[in-house]
Structure formats: structure tokens, C-alpha cells
């Protein structure tokens, strides 16, 4: 899937200036998608209030952990006090229903949470996928089929329910947020191994690769300073759309309950039991659900605009002259496992 | 071997070799965790004499390999299982004992498979018509304003979650509008109608969501095709636009919509859990949900082998189908 998402692509992105370097050429390209540039300024604040989110509950005097029984009327079952679930000068977005923890002070903290979990996977994804796509580009043929074979295997698995089982079994000690991350990040890397390998396979038959090999340049240098480069774009291509992946996965674990358990603060955690307290304090549906549908397009929308910027297929058409086909195939798709 | 019964036979053999390899990787990632096994696969509440009982049905005094050879047996012989006073036989394909229900899991499984498979089953062929449908759609409307909708609005379901998006429908569909009733699972040999009207939402919940992925597929495998150039030799004959986007430029989207498909059993398993456990369907999700909360850990197990086994299973089938649709990937 060449084609972006966005309609606003602009003509004419793909031709490179002459004399740019790689890195300008894609700031430029990025710079010139208008939903791009406002996606990433969602990303950024989103970001922001994530690093900032002890910060702004100070300012509003808040924590995400402590109960406010005082204002939670007991005889209703649990309904905030007050218009609007509660909203006040100290609770910015009111608060919880039952517990009277403060909404603003958990949205904060869950962005925390949700963008952490979801970068740390994507980290680990990136790292295995390099790693044994690469060892199998590079191996022999037995290294190659056993990786091949085993990366297959990874992708057939659903992440939801390899996910979720994974979770069973692991002693409830282990800190949750870390866990989810370890989980969703050990199981997901298939696709990016095969796109690996096979942009790495493509790279080996090139002459300045084959230059280098003549030279005597051990495998390691060169799978490190000639091949690492060309994997670049493909790789954050891709890993820019795992994240928003990332994010429903987590969000997925945390509202079936094994995700993030509380009292940390996640998303998808909060909309468990928000169906209940949609007629007395509706935003406590609707913030998090909210949060999570922007924070997903956001990345999703940033994800297709680095993918034009970067426009792997062109980029390597023009390197390797063949025009063959990518053969990755689900690269394309972006969307493994979500819900 | 040559030709596309060799080709059948090639990936029969692979797939055989897929689901061997599913099985060794599940039951050493289960079975062969440190800690103790016994006592995990009995569950928390498991007295130590029962945890006893379960570490010599598990032969866990053996080596891993031989283990698995017996976890292998029970699969395609079946088990006798001892609960202490009687000898209780399981058949094949013996999936094991859950041992906090004392049922057999295969039996767990079965019972719950009608609902999960009617409502992936209903919501595949919603997701099908809606998406490849938007897909066509924004393909001939290219360029213009109805084009930018469908975009947008494909990108708005791509990045809801399938419970967010479940949520709102049943609070506006049932709770405000109150147009149907809370679901509630019908079997279908018991009230066809019924069955269909109380798995309506959930059916469009997560068919809304995964045609999103459809919609964006069969519109760039149509652009693509539209920009060949035997699309222009149509042209250039006079075929008409309706017949040019609706006959030749889909018959490119089809095998990637095919391959997709397969690609997203897996995706819409996921999403069936989340479905089945918020409209509190009695599916398999939802019992996997329960059992991964109260560390049932043989059907945990169970399930995931019988969900990789039907992944596994639809993937070969769309390779096949692949092959049938574009004969030059029999040569590859």
C-alpha cells in the first residue's frame, strides 16, 4: 500500500533535491503533510502532558491514588456529588464514581502509563525484529530456515490471546506496566523480522555491500555500517505505526482487566466500569475513551506521514533499479493485532 | 513435485509442521516455566495432595521431551485422568482438565465455540461487504469530496478501539434510544431471529472496526491497478468507468483482500474476546478472560492452541485460495 491515508498528500514529495541529505529530504517531505504536522502537534502535547503529569496534578493539587469518599454519594450507589460528575475548582474533570479519585490527575497519569507501555513494546519489537531479521538474511541456509520458521510461527500467533494467557502465569508481583510492555513486545516482532530480512536479503546482492565484503570486512561491520543505514527507513516506517498498535494493545489488556491493574491509572482500565456511570458522570466514559481514540489516530496519521516522507518503495526503486515489488506484503496493512 | 497438487501437498506439509511447531513452543512456554508447575496448572485453591495428584499426571518427574510426548498422546489418543476416586477418560483430541471445574477442557471449549464462531462468522461477512464496499467506493470517487468522507471516516474507525466504539453503540443503541434490548446471547437452533437481533452490535462493533482495515486495502490495490496499463487499453477501447473500477480494478484488490483476511483472524480473535467480554457474550473470549483471571491454567492452554490452530488453519486456506486466484504463485 503505497498510498496514504491522509488525502492531503501533496504532489510531488517524491522528488528528492538534489544535494539534500536523507535526514533534511525526509523533515522536508514530513513538513509538507499538513495532517502530518498536526498529528505530531497532538503527539507533542500528548507527550508533554505525559512527562508533565506529576507537574500539572500539583498544579491542580490532586493525586491519581487517593479516595474522595466526601464526594461520593453513597445512598446513589456511588454517583459523584455535584453537577457535571463533580467538576470543581479542585477537580478539574470531576472525579471517579465509587472511589472519588480525581479523573484529571488518572488521565494524566494514564497517558504516562499508556505511552511508556506502548514504547517500551515498540522498543523491543525494533530490537528483535533487527536482530533476527537480520541473522537470518546474513546466516546460513539452516540459521535462515529455523529463524524464517520460527518468525512464522510468531506471526500466527494472535497477540490478544498469547497476551492474555502469558499474563495468567506470570506471579502478580511482577510490576504490571513493565510486564504488559515485556509481553506485547516478545510476541509482536514477526512482522518487522520478515520486513528485515527481507530488505536486509535485498542490501547483500548490492555492489557497495559486495565491495565491502571484498575488502574482508567481518560480518559484524558490515551488518552494522553498511546495512544498519539502509534498514532505517523501513524499520521507523513501520515502528512509527507499531506504536499506535502498541497503545490499543495495552489499553485492550488493561479494560479486560489483566493489563494495569490499579491502582495505577490506565485507559483502557478506566473504561471498565464506565458503562455503569454513563448517565451520572458521562465523562468518566467518555475522557478516557476520547483520549484513546486521538492518541491512536494521532500516531496513526504521524505513522502514514512518516511513511510518505520516507516512501520506502520509491526510496529503494531508486537505489536498487529493479522496481520489484516490496515483498514484505503485510508491512503494508501496518495493523497487526489490535482490537 | 510440480504443478498445484504438489503445491497443495507443499503446504499441507508446512502447515502440518506450523501447528507441531504451535504446540512445542505452548507447551514449553506453559509447561516447562520455572516454578512449580503442578501447582500452577491446579490452580491457587489446589490442596497439596491434589497437587500432588497433578504432578504425576503431568509426569513431571520425567524429562521435558517425554512429556511432551504424553501432552502429544492425550492430543491424538486421549487420557485417562485419576481424580482420586475414579479414573476419568478423556477422548481425543484431550485437551486435559481444568482442574478448578473438573472439566474436561475440550468440553469447555465445544460449548463455547457456537457463539464465539457466530459472531466472528456474522461479523466477517459485515466486515467484508462494508469494507471492500467503501474501498470501491472511495476508489471510483477518487479525488472528490465524497473520497475525503469515506477517507476520514475509515481513519476514524481504524483508530477506535472495538470496546470504546462497542461501548458508545450499546449506550446510544440500547440505553438512549433503547432501539434493542442489552444483548443477550440466543442460541440459534433455539430463535434464529433472536439470535441474529441480540448479536446485531456486536456484530457491527467489531466488523465496523476491522473494515476499516479492508476499506484502506482495496482502495490502494484499486488505485494501483487503475494506474496499469491495460486499464488504459480499456480506456482507450471505450470501456466504461463503471465497469473499468467495478470489474477489472477489483479483480486486483481480490487476492490482497484475500490474504488480509487470513491476516486478520488473528486480529479479529482479539477482538472477539473484547466484543464477547463487554456485551457479556458466553464465548470462548469471555472464558478465556475468566480462566487467565482465576489461573485455570489447562484451559488457558487449550484455548490457545485451539485459536492457533484456527489461525493457522485460515492462513493455509487463503494461501490456497491465493494460488487459485493468481495461478503464478504456485511457481514461487
Known amino acids: ?33 499538513r495532517a502530518a504536522l498536526v498529528a505530531a502537534a497532538v503527539v507533542a502535547l500528548l507527550v508533554l502532558v505525559a512527562l508533565a503529569a506529576p507537574l500539572l496534578t500539583a498544579l491542580e493539587g490532586q493525586d491519581p491514588t487517593t479516595y474522595h469518599p466526601s464526594l461520593i454519594d453513597s445512598a446513589r450507589g456511588g454517583v459523584p456529588i455535584g453537577s457535571f ?49 537480520v541473522a537470518s538474511a546474513l546466516g546460513n541456509r539452516w540459521v535462515d530456515q529455523l529463524l524464517s520458521r520460527v518468525t512464522d510461527i510468531i506471526v500466527a500467533l494472535p497477540l490478544m490471546i498469547m497476551s492474555l494467557a502469558l499474563l495468567a502465569i506470570v506471579p502478580s508481583s511482577f510490576p504490571r506496566p513493565v510486564l504488559v510492555s515485556l509481553v506485547i513486545g516478545l510476541i509482536a516482532w514477526g512482522n518487522i523480522a520478515k520486513i528485515v530480512r527481507a530488505q536486509t536479503l535485498t542490501l547483500k546482492g ?47 489488556l488493561s479494560f479486560l482487566g489483566v493489563g494495569v491493574k490499579p491502582p495505577t491509572p490506565s485507559w483502557g482500565q478506566m473504561l471498565t466500569a464506565a458503562d455503569v456511570w454513563y448517565q451520572a458522570a458521562p465523562q468518566y466514559l467518555l475522557l478516557p475513551a476520547g483520549a484513546l481514540f486521538v492518541t491512536v489516530l494521532a500516531l496513526t496519521v504521524l505513522g502514514d506521514g512518516v511513511r510518505t516522507a520516507l516512501d520506502p518503495r520509491a526510496a529503494s526503486r531508486l537505489r536498487v533499479g529493479t522496481g520489484r515489488r516490496n515483498e514484505t506484503g503485510g508491512a503494508g496493512t501496518g495493523k497487526e493485532e489490535t482490537s | 513435485m510440480s504443478g498445484f497438487g504438489g503445491f497443495l501437498l507443499r503446504r499441507a506439509v508446512g502447515t502440518a509442521v506450523t501447528l507441531l511447531a504451535i504446540s512445542v513452543l505452548v507447551y514449553v512456554v506453559f509447561y516447562a516455566t520455572p516454578g512449580n508447575v503442578a501447582q500452577i496448572t491446579c490452580g491457587p485453591r489446589c490442596s497439596p495432595e491434589q497437587v500432588h495428584q497433578v504432578a504425576q499426571q503431568l509426569k513431571l518427574g520425567d524429562p521435558l521431551y517425554l512429556r511432551y510426548w504424553h501432552f502429544l498422546e492425550g492430543i491424538f489418543v486421549g487420557q485417562d485422568y485419576s481424580t482420586g476416586t475414579s479414573v476419568a477418560h478423556c477422548p481425543a483430541p484431550c485437551l486435559g482438565l481444568s482442574y478448578q471445574s473438573d472439566q474436561q477442557v475440550m468440553d469447555i471449549i465445544l460449548t463455547k465455540l457456537p457463539v464465539s ?24 470517487r477518487r479525488g472528490r469530496f465524497s473520497e475525503r468522507v469515506l477517507t476520514a471516516v ?7 478501539p472495538v470496546f470504546v466504539l462497542g461501548l458508545v453503540l450499546m449506550i446510544v443503541v440500547c440505553g438512549e434510544l433503547q432501539l434493542l434490548p442489552f444483548p443477550q446471547y440466543v442460541n440459534f437452533a433455539d430463535d434464529p431471529e433472536q439470535w441474529a437481533w441480540n448479536l446485531l452490535l456486536p456484530w457491527l462493533s467489531l466488523a465496523l472496526i476491522e473494515a476499516a482495515a479492508f476499506a484502506r486495502l482495496t482502495r490502494a490495490a484499486m488505485l494501483e491497478t487503475l494506474a496499469e496499463d491495460h486499464i488504459r487499453t480499456f480506456r482507450a477501447y471505450g470501456v466504461g468507468e463503471r ?43 469471555q472464558e478465556l478472560v475468566h480462566a487467565v483471571k482465576v489461573v485455570d491454567l489447562p484451559v488457558v492452554v487449550g484455548m490457545v492452541l485451539v485459536v492457533g490452530f484456527f489461525v493457522v488453519i485460515a492462513n493455509a486456506v487463503a494461501d490456497v485460495l491465493y494460488a487459485v486466484a493468481d495461478r503464478r504463485v504456485v511457481l514461487a
Not at chain 2, 154 to 160: C, D, E, H, K, S
Request: net charge positive; proline share 5%; aromatic share 6%.
Open chain 1, 1 to 33: 500500500m503505497s498510498e496514504a491515508l491522509v488525502a492531503s498528500q501533496p504532489p510531488g514529495t517524491d522528488t528528492p533535491v538534489p544535494g539534500a541529505s536523507g535526514a533534511r529530504q525526509f523533515w522536508r517531505r514530513l513538513r509538507a503533510q
Open chain 1, 85 to 133: 460528575g463533580g467538576i470543581s475548582a479542585d477537580h478539574w474533570l470531576g472525579v471517579e464514581p465509587q472511589t472519588g479519585r480525581d479523573l484529571f490527575a488518572r488521565l494524566a497519569y494514564g497517558a504516562r502509563v499508556s505511552l511508556a507501555v506502548a514504547l517500551a513494546a515498540t522498543v523491543l519489537q525494533v530490537f528483535l525484529g533487527i536482530v533476527i531479521g
Open chain 1, 206 to 252: 548490492l555492489d557497495y555491500v559486495l565491495a565491502a565484503r571484498l575488502s574482508g570486512w567481518g560480518a559484524w561491520r558490515i551488518a552494522r555500517r553498511e546495512l544498519l543505514p539502509g534498514l532505517a527507513a523501513p524499520v521507523i516506517t513501520y515502528a512509527a505505526l507499531l506504536v499506535p498498535t502498541n497503545i490499543s494493545a495495552e489499553a485492550a
Open chain 2, 117 to 140: 464462531l457466530s459472531l466472528v462468522l456474522g461479523a466477517m461477512v459485515l466486515w467484508l461487504v462494508i469494507g471492500v464496499g467503501t474501498g470501491v467506493l472511495s476508489a471510483w
Open chain 2, 154 to 160: 475509515t481513519l476514524a474507525g481504524w483508530a477506535t
Open chain 2, 243 to 285: 465497469a473499468i473500477v467495478g470489474r477489472h480494478a477489483l479483480r486486483g484488490a481480490l487476492a490482497p483482500v484475500i490474504a488480509l483476511n487470513a491476516n486478520n483472524v488473528g486480529s479479529a480473535v482479539g477482538g472477539a474476546v473484547l466484543t464477547e467480554t463487554l456485551f457479556g457474550l458466553p464465548g470462548i473470549g
